[in-house]
């Protein structure tokens, strides 16, 4: 799965990095997003790093951007019976073909991708998954067709 790194109790990166691989379970306080490098701590606030002088008050609320997931990780979202499904639809539904298509030519998946919500709300038009589903993939609970 490559390299996991380390938060303390505050989400401060704690210099640790570990390697773990495909099954392997990973401890909650690791992310598989590199940390910056240079000068100061290096804060995770669950979706990007911030890079403060000081240790940060674990009070301390940052604006936040899109949720990003390595493709691996958003193909994992879904259940081995949506990913069935999607690849039988695959089959005779050129635009299904597309999606999951445009989907592998991506190293990164972003939540806020406008493509990525088209190609989701399409497969929910078709039946495959329900609007509670994909609210749940894309971790989006506004999520609407």
Do not use: C
Request: no cysteine; net charge negative.
């Amino acid at each position: 799965m490559g390299i996991w790194y380390g938060l303390d109790g505050n989400k401060v990166f704690t210099g640790e990095a570990r390697e773990f691989m495909f099954r392997d379970p990973v401890p909650r306080n690791f992310v598989n997003v590199p940390p910056p490098q240079g000068d100061g701590f290096h804060v995770w606030d669950g979706r990007k790093w911030f890079t403060v002088s000081e240790y940060p008050d674990p009070n301390l609320a940052y604006e936040s951007e899109s949720v990003r997931w390595p493709l691996k990780d958003f193909r994992m979202r879904f259940t081995p019976n949506e990913k069935i499904a999607l690849y039988q639809a695959a089959e005779t539904n050129i635009m299904i073909k597309v999606f999951i298509d445009d989907l592998a030519a991506t190293p990164v998946v972003a939540q806020d991708d406008p493509d990525l919500n088209k190609g989701v709300a399409y497969v929910v038009a078709q039946g495959i998954i329900t609007i509670e589903r994909a609210r749940k993939i894309l971790d989006n609970p506004e999520f609407s067709l």
